[in-house]
């Protein structure tokens, strides 16, 4: 799931070979942490996938509401 900053999901993706973690936090990520902090697009470094065994890299970018207020990281 994909949720915003006060943890209201926004995305769920469909995944039937995994599991739920109910642990994850996209929000504790590096990824969204970045984004969040520099306030524009960006890349993440390669890391460990969460869900599978597979290196990855996160293309991500802050969302905001019509008043400028950041609301998440898509």
Do not use: C
């Not at 969460?50 to 991500?60: P, R």
Request: glycine share 6%; aromatic share 14%.
């Amino acid at each position: 799931s994909y949720v915003d900053e006060n943890g209201h999901e926004l995305l769920r993706e469909y995944r039937p070979s995994v599991p739920p973690h109910l642990e994850y936090d996209n929000r504790r990520r590096d990824w969204y942490i970045r984004t969040k902090n520099l306030g524009k697009p960006n890349w993440s470094g390669v890391y460990a996938s969460w869900f599978s065994t597979q290196f990855v890299i996160t293309a991500s970018v802050p969302m905001r509401n019509i008043q400028g207020k950041f609301i998440g990281v898509l």
